[in-house]
């Protein structure tokens, strides 16, 4: 059913463009046990992804053949991920801010999503989630690290949070593909209590503001959701899609 | 008192026992042992560098999500390692300035770029095919926490060889351009791959004492025939040709018979003028300077973090 | 005397004759002409960055060439507006901080991303359509300065929006994804256009005394209803229908009457939470800042380039 | 004939390459009257890489069909630029360093090819030595100027120089394509006495050393006219061909 195709890709979409960023981090990182620890996060949501997107091709097979087809095979405006996943972080404070928001939320979701009525969407959140708990805890872990730590550290923590909180209400927004799947999807709006109670205790402990900024303008109130995005997206997918369209018909 | 430890070394040696971290070392061995390791390590961690540059340009989510685990592997291999360092006292933090410094060197191979998705295939196929052939001997060093950690190296080398050379393979049955790029990659990776064993015996001045000490289980040239007749018939299987008019069947001696090597671009190489010697020594300085502010801070916290406690006592 | 000025000044204004560096101005003029050039040369610099953002991407050679030389002008069209704006007293450098400092507007379109190339073709249509119609007038500005570098400015922007449309006419000839980019382009950009002429006279305050000054010749409504009467038809000549269904010729007024725009998404882009504002003005400010050693550095060169003629004196 | 065609290509693929690489600096100059001379210099060389490009295809349509054909659809290997072209700046005086060398050594080769044989490849060269001209008076202005400016100017002119300098010895090694065609193509090591000259005149100017630095290593001798690039190139190209890809049966 579209719905369904539509609702695994939008969560599939978050997980494979915010993979890619995290791809890119690799090499870079502060320390050896960073490195390992984000190829572990980036490959956990790469895998997420793949189930995901599997998911949609199999649900509405007219949106792609199959996970490669709807990774490298469509334009910007056809991807669903919310705006906060595009961005490129310009510093190992935004790497963490970012996640302690992205793995939080999708935490809260997909502890819902579990108990839902599609079996195999229900699988796949359950399975996630347990590795969202890591991701989160590990993204909590370095924002009091930082927040806490130097002057420098805790400057840049701040600014990491105000530079990506416009982008946070977003998560929080129903869509028509939610409001189509009632008992299958999550109403997202549901988890932003238990997402701003555990974010305000991070930031608390570690003794960070929570910004109060105006939310990222849309275009006449579509966004990421509605495949209008920023323009970080589409050197993204330059970048993702430059070997498979390359090769159009190459098989790997 | 010396002595004594001295021939409790020697005869841990010649009796092909381990060495432990608790055991009394010459000075040299010692020395010779950290450099071996640390050498080691800075290899697996620059080595992610070539790889890592096809990551997010993979052509299947399945092949980027191999390539990425196998990364992550690399930068584990280099986390045991230097523990494996560690344990005969020297410092990572010592370790890694001596690599971004330039004073200390890693795999020559890793000084090569990799230019199309195929590189990452052949590196799995020849690259790490030559690591393993290198390695497998040093699962039985002297040195105990570096022989145990080879083991699990070498396990898991091998099962990115088996990757490299299947993605190799579906690439071979791909379209006619596949084909021209595992060539391609075969054609730029193959001498250097050769170069991984370093110098020819003849200019090797080390090697009779690391064979002594256990360090050092075979000499260059023998591994270097090994990873040759090893690879002829696997680049048969596939379908490409080797870039060396001279590799030939030799029936009277049982191997294959190769041209020679361009020690000169080796030197090159070695000596920091390789293709992206400047480049990957720079970027991962480059990765450091740029956390250095981020290892204060956790430091600064864990210290803070300490203190009530301590004020406890 | 300020009396005899201000008469020469009145009467000026009132023969429709052009005022030039050398004339006395009422203080009240002078800071509405500097802040309203000021606005124009920010937008055309902030204008570059959506653009811009096509250029390595453009897919032939030629549309990559036309839109260099595109952004190139508006650099230009930036430099000449900075140059009339100092000849009222202003300074650039003051100019640059208050615009990165986000004290001082441009154009809200360019708060707006670009997201695909067909974006490329719709702002040459429509935003540079709209720009010359509020612009066009301005080239009869009572300020002299600034008269002529608009009709400088107008000349190159009608060239411009013809390459753009034609660039729109090339696409919906071409296949059906690109009349779809050029479609989800119009969509994105249409009521964005309509509000570049701002806030409907109602509540445009400054209006009255502007045109008093010449400084302005048509309301905003004005030069809007000009605008959606001229687009209206191209739209129907491309083949793209614009996104307003109460959109309809209306014989009576001899006019298009359209849908209400949102005034409220027009405040809140002004007020800087549009999707792009922190991201034009940041990258703006970092090129400023980047920069700034080179200019400090072309600033002693010059001083030192200078002493020996001066100790000659 | 294909060797016109392989020459072609490769003075137009340093010019293509060497555009896009100005192109990105586009809005990111220190000052306004930068950004037109960069756009002019960047368009400059566009214009040339269109001419060299076009002339290529025509002298040998099995490279492709059009200059669009060749810029878009081409993979790394079949580039034959210069690596010199490929890297991304690091800051401004790596722009005006690269394009003083570039620019010095590139006008010395045009101004020996407006003799050529081949008319069209002399009269391309003829109007491109013109605009060369104005390119390396502009960045040996700059390299004065940041030589000569401050202390950090200076130090970053001089780390810049030594960045690139290894790449700088590939620009005057002759290859078989020019060994095939006499009387048409030049010898670029015939070009080296006049470019040191004028580069070590600048350098002398701006009180810079010439740095003394072994030449970047080659894979058993072959370098960028050959096709084998640095590692910067594939990212280039998946930019600059990523839309062209995307919609490989369109037209613009």
Known sequence: PPSLAAYCLALGDDALIYSHRLQQWLTRMPELEEETALANIALDLLGQARMLLARAAKADPSLGADEDALAFLRESKQFRNVRLVERHDDDFAELVARLLVFATWRLALFTKLSASGDPVLAAIAAKGAKELAYHRDYAGQWVVRLGDGTGESHARMQRALDTLWPLVGELFVITGVEQALPGTAVDPALVRPETDAIIDTVLATAGLDRPDVAPLGTLAGRAGRDGVHTEALGYVLAELQSVARAHPDATW | ?313
């Open chain 2, 1 to 313: 008192m010396t002595e004594t430890l001295e021939h409790h070394f020697d005869e841990t040696i010649a009796h092909e026992r381990r060495i432990e971290p608790r055991d009394w070392v010459p000075d040299g061995y010692r020395k010779t042992m950290i450099r071996q390791i640390a050498q080691h390590a800075h290899s697996e961690i620059i080595g992610m560098q070539p790889e890592g540059n096809w990551i997010t340009r993979a052509p299947s989510l399945r092949r980027k999500a191999i390539l990425l685990a196998k990364v992550q592997d690399e930068a584990g291999h280099g986390m045991y390692l230097y523990s494996a360092a560690e344990t005969l006292g020297a410092d990572r933090a010592e370790l890694t300035e001596m690599l971004i410094s330039g004073r200390q060197k890693y795999s020559s191979i890793f000084n090569y770029p990799t230019l199309t998705f195929a590189d990452v295939g052949v590196i799995g196929w020849l690259v790490d095919g030559a690591a393993i052939c290198n390695q497998v001997p040093l699962c039985r060093s002297s040195y105990g926490p570096y022989a145990r950690a080879m083991v699990r190296i070498c396990k898991e080398e091998s099962f990115h060889q088996r990757q490299g050379y299947e993605l190799l393979m579906t690439m071979m049955r791909g379209t006619q351009a596949q084909r021209d790029m595992v060539q391609d990659a075969t054609n730029r990776f193959w001498w250097p791959s050769l170069m991984m064993f370093g110098p020819p015996d003849a200019s090797s001045p080390n090697t009779a004492q690391s064979m002594a000490w256990g360090i050092k289980r075979h000499t260059n040239d023998e591994l270097r025939q090994r990873f040759v007749d090893m690879s002829v018939p696997q680049a048969d299987k596939l379908g490409v040709s080797l870039p060396d008019p001279e590799l030939r069947w030799n029936a009277e001696r049982g191997h294959y018979d190769f041209g020679a090597v361009d020690w000169d671009e080796f030197t090159q190489v070695v000596k920091g003028n390789g293709p992206c010697n400047v480049q990957r020594v720079a970027h991962r300085r480059k990765a450091h300077e740029d956390g250095a502010w981020v290892r204060e801070a956790a430091m600064a916290h864990a210290t803070k973090a300490k203190q009530p406690a301590e004020l406890e006592r």
